[in-house]
């Protein structure tokens, strides 16, 4: 099996044009390389390439992910005064040591107008990692500087690309995302990657038939690493259907599957793979869950994310809800498994951040 090409996310890549324009405006050099330290203190080095007095640019490398960004070009400009003209925004903003840096979108990048996302509305669509990502490494080259700095992060042909993304449907306007959670770009949406999923659980099994974890996402992954073997996990990306599917060959007692509210929905919702390109979820069929199994009727306002619904919801009736969402998923994977003839006895959900558990045994 050959090995899967990771990349580097847009976070990744938008730091290291900031990099470069903090280096020339302090120390005057123009760099064509720069190492960006990543979040868990891993390191990457982006090629990058000057455009004009304090503005640079990269091009995002391919991977083996389907990935609507790659290939795209992301431009940084550093300016001493406010920018005009730009989109209606609230700029975000990096404090490092006794400078402040305003961060904008500029043409290409989105702004949030709608609540419920990692960022409050009207902020850059530039996600909480990426921005801690920029004030990390600019700490390094930003040690006696003062003042006052602007920065305008910008994407060629983004308001194109976003097209292709769900942006519009959760209110972010004017262009893409700039995201990562960890700077790296881990493939998940290949024939290659489901051949990997496979061999894991082979590997799994063969230790232990007691149970194995499905994780989706990053943070799913990391919190099952701190509760359960390291030889019983398996990181699945977005094949729910297609990991259980391969349970077939094996005897497994207990599956326990781990990941967010909004991918616990769309499981919940009989969603077979989880990724964007195969569907959002169905919000109507939400309020209807809350109004006939929890009693509460919200009202006609229209959400984009289930982190909005939950912000809206009161108090006493949220953590009802995620067990609502994490017991109708495990009872939909129940359903797949007995579709499947599966030799599976019990499915777990563990719904993140709440770390709410729900059983299904038969």
């Known amino acids: 099996m050959s090995k899967l ?12 044009t900031l990099m470069a324009c903090l280096y020339e405006y302090c120390q005057g050099s123009v760099l064509e390389h720069l190492e960006v330290v990543l979040p868990q203190q891993q390191r990457a080095v982006i090629e990058v390439q000057r455009e004009g007095d304090l503005s640079f640019s990269t091009i995002k490398g391919d991977n083996d992910d389907i990935d609507v960004t790659k290939g795209c070009k992301i431009v940084c400009e550093l300016l001493e ?26 043409e290409g990048v989105g702004v949030v107008t709608k609540k419920g996302l990692k960022i409050a509305p009207p902020h850059p669509a530039i996600n909480p990692t990426p921005v801690e990502m920029m004030q990390t490494n600019a700490k390094a080259i930003l040690n006696d500087t003062k003042g006052v700095l602007h920065a305008v992060f910008s994407v060629v042909n983004g308001e194109q690309i976003a097209k292709e993304t769900a942006n519009a449907k959760v209110g972010v306007l004017g262009g893409i995302s700039i995201l990562g959670t960890r700077g790296i770009v881990k493939p998940v949406s290949s024939s290659a990657y489901i051949d990997s ?41 977005n094949f729910v259907y297609e990991a259980l599917k391969h349970l077939q060959k094996h005897q497994i007692k207990k599956v326990v599957f781990i990941t967010s509210i909004a991918k616990m929905c769309k499981v919940a919702q009989g969603f077979k793979n989880t990724h964007n390109k195969y569907g959002t ?3 109507a069929l939400v309020k209807d869950w809350l109004f006939l199994e929890l009693g509460y009727k ?15 919801i009161p108090d006493r009736y949220r953590k009802e809800f995620v067990k609502l969402l994490g017991y109708k998923a495990a009872k939909q994977l129940q359903k797949w498994c007995d579709t499947m003839a599966l030799d599976v006895a019990q499915v777990e959900t563990i719904t993140l951040p709440q770390k709410i558990k729900e059983k299904v045994q038969w």
């Open 5 to 16: 090409r990771s990349g580097y996310t847009t976070g990744t890549h938008a730091t290291a």
């Open 81 to 106: 005064f406010a920018p005009k003209d730009l989109k209606e925004q609230e700029p975000s903003v990096l404090e490092v040591a006794q400078t402040k840096i305003f961060i904008y979108a500029g």
């Open 197 to 237: 999923i496979h061999t894991e659980i082979d590997v799994a099994v063969a230790y232990s038939q007691e149970q194995i974890i499905f994780t989706l996402g990053n943070t799913a992954h990391d919190y099952a690493k701190e509760h359960y073997e390291a030889t019983s996990i398996v990181e699945i990306g």
């Open 281 to 283: 979820i169905d919000f």
């Open 298 to 312: 919200l009202e006609d306002e229209e959400f984009s994310t289930l982190k909005g619904v939950l912000e809206t």
